[in-house]
């Protein structure tokens, strides 16, 4: 009897990458790595929000003000992706309103005082195909248990379904549980441009459903692999899947049939407008 098959190391990021099997490729599996296009302002913003936000649960609880974390983006903040310095000092502006703003709402909400189960908590779980973890924005823990929080910073809107349809979300439920030992079933996007919350309540089945799309996943990657370990063509095995989105692809420049499919983006052009003025 030959040795069980090792699991899969999925992480929520990783399973999506998979959308474009090239692409997964490139990111996982190429040494080197291909050169990446220039860093994103839209991922600019979401990273210094998303490490204020951090750093806020990190201060003394009297400290805890929306205006500590105002100042916590305008410390962290980097100028990478935008069109010119004017550019990047209107968003730094901006996205520290942004927060401030929802830690107001916050407050409004619950206790700033009480304190989260985790924040940028790292969470794990196995099933019979995964080994399962991720990074949690942050966990709270609301009437007997716990609920997952991710922030948000993109232009659109998001709704129920958002939350709902998230494979992410779901595996941070799952792991959350198994790692901290208490139900899990709430998850919640928080997006901070308009200062909704996005909610939705899993059960054992809308899990078990996350879970199997996420094992299909798996599989399908260990079987390209395996293929392409044998001996077949990469270009063969791991396709592209070319269309409109490979615009915001980081490889881009070395699929042509991203190129062919999408139009050449800005490193800016992930950002709303503040204004007419913006550039």
Known sequence: MGLPRPLFAATPSKLATFDCPRRYRMTYLDRPT????????????????????????????AR?????????????WQHDGFASREQSEAWRV?????VA??????????????????????????????AISGRVDRIDERDGELVIVDYKTGRSRLDSDDARGSLALALYSVAAERTLHQRCRRV??????????????????????????????????????????????????????PGPACSWCDFRRQCPEGQAASRPR????GLGLLDSSQP
């Open 64 to 76: 805890r003000t929306p205006e500590a974390g105002a100042a916590l983006v305008i410390r962290n």
């Open 188 to 241: 919640e996007l928080h997006h901070l441009p308009t200062g909704e919350v996005a909610a939705f309540e899993h059960t054992e089945e809308s899990l078990s459903q996350h879970l199997t799309r996420a094992g299909n996943t798996a599989t399908d990657i260990l079987a390209a692999t395996e293929e392409v370990a044998a001996g077949a063509d990469p270009e063969q095995v791991f396709v592209p899947v």
């Open 101 to 130: 703003g929802y830690l107001a709402d916050e407050a409004a909400r619950s206790d700033p005082r009480r304190e989260p189960r985790g924040v940028e908590r790292t969470v794990a779980a196995a099933t019979d195909r995964l």
């Open 34 to 61: 291909p050169p990446k296009g220039p860093p994103w302002a839209h991922n600019t913003v979401g990273a210094v929000v998303h490490l204020a936000l951090a750093r806020w649960w990190q201060l003394e609880p």
């Open 266 to 269: 800005a490193s800016w052009d």
């Open 94 to 98: 901006q996205a520290a309103d942004w």
